[in-house]
């Protein structure tokens, strides 16, 4: 499915070049036209696919392009005072190809947290086609302000959008990674995934397999019915009929598994159904209870006669009665190459303990926050240290 992507902040902007990367190296073709928006020059600069011209700096009236430094409401305030810089970049896109918005951001700092709701309900204003959310959630030793902000924007961020999408930096993080070396990797971890199921949406309608072939609205009315959304992933190296230009031949887009082969087709059966399972049981890019999704889709991907219907089929009803619900949809994406995937697409989760925590913490410092106000209300002399313990989160 054709997307515009659209990075707020230094998350948001480092993960939509690398959605770009992604597109250009799988030659996906799903993005339509990538942005990316920021309170802080430095972060702009840093980005190296974004086209220049697409790089927003807003906010300079007041931060002067130096960042809102982790202050979301600040952020949400100078988003909202230049939504019109933004527009002005978005007024060159071809917005009539595009089936979709995706507005990508981590959720922990100022810029992305505060200014990509705000982008989202002016999108939701102006445009027909749906607005997702890629939400990035902070790993939690980032502290309390990160998940403060998080908890904050995130209540604020699913009621603006179609469907938000979410990756938690906390379940990926890996021990003695430096921070930067371990963005780079969880960012890649990011896109493949996201960008995968995007790229199975654009597979043209004339292809020889178009009838099994997942197209961009079965990936709409999986997102449609708003929410939060999961995605898992498994594959395996499979060893093609041959090496060289006799396996670049058979896994041509054409060659579908015909199913005339028994033995091979029950192999391909039996590893798609397994790598469903393991995709939904794995780690998702934001664990919760399988069973708590309302809608799901399962994408098969890898060389076309390895991509069983049988397989997709059984592994689509295996998640039917994993997740209680009668509407999980199944399809394909031939990709070549040797490896086989599966992508599982868990939408409208809502057992998720990870949110149930942040949640938690914004509403202790929404009351802390009233309690103060109260209680400075009634001149207690207690006003001045909880005050600090305030001033500390924020
Ligand atoms: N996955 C991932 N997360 C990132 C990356 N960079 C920052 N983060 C996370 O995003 C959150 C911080 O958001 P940033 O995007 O740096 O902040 P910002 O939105 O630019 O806001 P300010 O810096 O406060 O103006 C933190 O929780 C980080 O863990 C990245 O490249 N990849």
């Known amino acids: 499915m054709k997307l515009a ?5 230094q998350a948001g902007g480092k993960v939509v070049d690398q959605f770009l990367a992604y597109d250009e190296r799988v030659d996906g073709g799903f993005v339509e036209a990538a942005i990316a928006v920021n309170t802080a020059t430095t972060d702009l600069q840093g980005l190296e696919r974004v086209p220049r011209s697409n790089r ?22 100078v988003a909202e005072a230049d939504i019109d810089e933004v527009q002005h970049a978005i ?28 982008l989202a309900r002016h ?25 403060l902000n998080a908890g904050r924007s995130f209540r604020t961020f699913v009621r603006e959008v179609d469907n938000l999408l979410v990756f938690d930096n906390d379940a990926w993080r890996s021990a003695g990674e430096s921070v930067e070396g371990g963005y780079d990797r969880i960012n890649r971890e990011i896109v493949e995934r996201f960008g995968l199921l995007f790229a199975a949406g654009e597979v043209g309608s004339g292809d020889a397999v178009a009838e099994s072939v997942v197209d961009s609205s079965e990936i709409i009315n999986t997102l449609s019915g708003g929410g939060v959304s999961t995605i898992g992933y498994a594959t395996e190296t499979v060893e093609t009929s041959a090496s060289g230009l006799l396996s670049s031949l058979s896994s041509s887009k054409g ?17 798609l159904t397994s790598l469903v399972r393991k995709a939904t049981l794995g780690r998702l890019t934001l664990p919760c209870d399988v069973s708590s999704a309302d809608r799901g889709l399962v994408v098969a991907s890898g060389p076309a006669e390895e991509l069983s219907r049988k397989g997709v089929e ?12 009668m509407e999980i949809r199944g399809g394909d994406y031939p990709t070549g190459g040797d490896e086989v995937g599966a992508i599982v697409l868990l939408s409208g989760v809502t057992d998720v303990p990870r949110i149930d925590r942040l949640q938690q913490v914004a509403v202790e410092a929404k009351e802390t926050t009233e309690d103060v106000r109260t209680r400075s209300q009634e001149g207690t002399a207690a006003l001045v240290d909880t005050s600090g313990e305030l001033d500390a989160l924020f």
């Not at 089936?99 to 709701?117: E, N, Q």
């Not at 592994?315 to 994993?322: A, D, F, N, S």
């Open 5 to 9: 992507l659209i990075g707020f902040g």
């Open 56 to 77: 927003i700096l807003i906010g300079q009236a007041r931060v002067n392009g130096h960042g809102v430094g982790a202050d979301n409401e600040l952020g949400a305030e």
């Open 91 to 118: 007024d060159d896109v071809p917005t009539h190809e595009v089936d979709a918005f995706l507005v990508v951001a981590g959720m922990g700092g100022g810029s992305g947290s505060g200014g990509a709701p705000v």
């Open 123 to 147: 999108l939701q204003r102006i445009y027909t086609q749906p607005v997702y959310g890629l939400g990035i959630l902070p790993a939690t030793d980032e502290g309390g302000l990160y998940t």
């Open 255 to 271: 060659s579908k598994h015909d199913g005339t082969d028994l033995d091979t087709d029950g192999a391909a059966t039996n590893r």
């Open 314 to 325: 059984r592994g689509r009803t295996w998640l039917e009665e994993e997740t209680g619900s």
